[in-house]
């Protein structure tokens, strides 16, 4: 079975600071999909990014990276200079399989940023 | 380009009647996913539907079921509510490219609801 593991529920930093989401992923197949979801207080999930399980490459966009380590089972978000507007929960999720296109969240972290 | 949309924004019922959420894709997607996102159970997937068929369902009772019509659009009709339903419901789409693996998934802003 599939599992995601977000070991942080709550993380509370101070604006501007550098802040780190973890993600750890369960799984035997071989091909699968990591993605990283935000959910503002409104409640919509807002996709972040996609990796495929053969593309270990890390990832920038603007402020927000991402670094996709197999040999750990990891897929971790750092948000640099955290904004205010970063305040939200955090959901890392797993698919696996062609055919199943189902998504196994993870519990999520809860993010506050604080002025 | 406009995104999911989920209505009605909120539904309030009572236990044993039914509700019925409804869901718009993207245009030009052609799968339609529900999750169900209950206080402390945390975002748990329901049923996909694509060219108007199921294709997967997670382990909920038969009293969650639901359809996809023709111009893709969802329903998703609970049966007998029982007090745990009380949630939000989620529905994402995506299109499929076959042979091209997991798409994805893009969400509405959900339906809540609650039941009393």
């Known amino acids: 079975a599939q599992k995601v593991t977000q070991a942080q529920t709550e993380i509370s930093v101070v604006e501007k600071e550098d802040v780190t989401l973890d993600c750890v992923y369960e799984?035997?197949?071989?091909?699968?999909?990591l993605f990283w979801y935000k959910q503002p207080p409104s409640g919509e999930l807002v996709f972040l990014i996609r990796?495929?399980?053969?593309?270990?490459q890390n990832e920038i966009s603007g402020r927000y990276s991402w670094n996709f380590q197999k040999s750990t089972s990891s897929f971790n978000f750092t948000i640099t200079a955290s904004q205010v507007v970063d305040s939200a929960v955090y959901f890392c999720?797993?698919?696996?399989?062609?055919?199943?296109?189902?998504?196994?969240f993870g519990q999520g972290t809860r993010l506050t940023i604080n002025p | 380009e406009a995104g999911v949309t989920q209505s009605p924004t909120h539904l309030i019922k009572t236990r044993g009647q039914q509700a019925t959420l409804r869901c718009s894709p993207i245009s030009g997607h052609t799968s339609v996913y529900w999750y169900q996102q209950a206080l402390g159970l945390g975002l748990q997937f329901l049923l996909w539907?694509?060219?108007?068929?199921?294709?997967n369902r997670g382990n909920f009772p038969p009293r969650f079921s639901g359809r996809q019509f023709p111009n893709y659009s969802s329903e998703l009709n609970v049966n007998a509510l029982e007090l745990e339903d009380s949630a939000l419901y989620l529905c994402a789409s995506s299109f499929i490219r076959r042979l091209a693996g997991q798409e994805t998934q893009y969400f509405g802003p959900g339906t809540r609801l609650l039941v009393l």
């Open positions: 990796r495929n399980s053969f593309d270990e």
């Open positions: 999720a797993l698919s696996i399989q062609q055919g199943a296109q189902k998504l196994v």
């Open positions: 539907y694509d060219e108007g068929e199921e294709r």
């Open positions: 799984t035997r197949d071989t091909t699968y999909y």
